[in-house]
């Protein structure tokens, strides 16, 4: 449900004009990253035969790509969907004739919509699921950054329904403070000595970083709601009762624990965060939770700063790390796990 779904967006139609159906339709979809399809010099995952080349390694991070002389052109490619008819669930439909050109990072769809559905799923098809197919054929992961268009003569740009953001507020001077708080926080990770709180540091930045190298700040919603349930886990056990316990020792109010930590939990283990789930919630529902999103993003950040202080005044004691290396029983499902691995590696690449 959290991964497979689409933020709600609507129709910004130009000049006040009606879309009216059935009606000519065109689309254009603005894709990312340019360079993957020949739109901008840079770097790519791919290497072109019979082109001079030079691989680029960056070893601060690891990636690579290649730069090839003289630069890709745009990628150019085109095809004619001749009319389909299929029997969904919910009865038969037919689609119309549909022409799709891309040049470069521009995708354009040509077809005839009878019904206001109907350009529903051409926008659908256009903006989610042919990117994804792009990115299953092609040798590098492209996305849609925009769609615009006409029905007829009317123009529009199909856009999000409902930004939802945060902007903390700061001074000059605090900002500093700020950044040399960071730094005292360091001393006290090391008198703490404790690995499981530099873990839940480490999840929380995570989940703050998947806010804001998606597409949209949502884009990895699933994956963020994940890695701050960890930050929970890693300091507390899995139990929904344990976290509670402890978090009631931290001194917080049982009204606060299950607002802002159980209900994340809950979120993990039964809506497509931690297990698949195709059922949609209505918009409205679904924005309500994007805006808990936020919210609990700056709870687990409150959580990580108050584990900090009392772990350092000793008012506070986390588990014990543990033992660092697999149990038996783990060790024997990693080392199968590893004899796999190394069966399904080409020779070159097995250690």
Known sequence: MLTYQFHKRSLNVKEGGKLVFPNDVWLDVKLAPPEVLGSAHAPVPYYIFDRKADIT?????????????????????????????????????VFPEMHIELEGDRLCFQTKCTTRPMFGRALYESHYLIPALLSLELPGTVFAVSTTGRVGNVHFAWELDEAVFCVGAATESSLAE??????????????????????????????????????????FMAECILNLCKVLEIAFGKKRDDVR??????????????????????????????????????????????????????????LVKRLLKMVEAGSYELPPDGEMSFDTQDRRRWNNIMRQVEQALPPSQAT
């Open 178 to 219: 700020k950044a040399e708080a960071s730094f005292k926080h360091l001393t006290k990770m090391r008198r703490a000595a404790s690995v499981r709180l530099e873990a839940a540091v480490h999840y929380l930045h995570t989940a703050k970083r998947l806010l804001v190298v998606g597409c949209s700040h949502l884009e």
């Open 57 to 93: 390694l960056d070893m601060h991070t690891g990636r690579c790509g290649v730069v090839h002389d003289p630069p890709l052109e745009a990628v150019k490619a085109s095809c004619l969907l001749a009319p389909q008819e299929v029997d969904w669930p919910d009865g038969s439909v």
């Open 245 to 302: 316990g402890e978090l009631n020792r931290l001194g917080y109010s049982d009204v606060e624990i299950e607002r802002d930590f159980v209900l994340l939990m809950l979120l993990r283990s039964h809506f497509d965060v931690g297990h698949v789930r195709l059922a949609l919630p209505p918009d409205n529902e679904l924005q309500a939770l994007l805006r808990f999103l936020q919210h609990a993003d700056r709870a687990i950040e409150h």
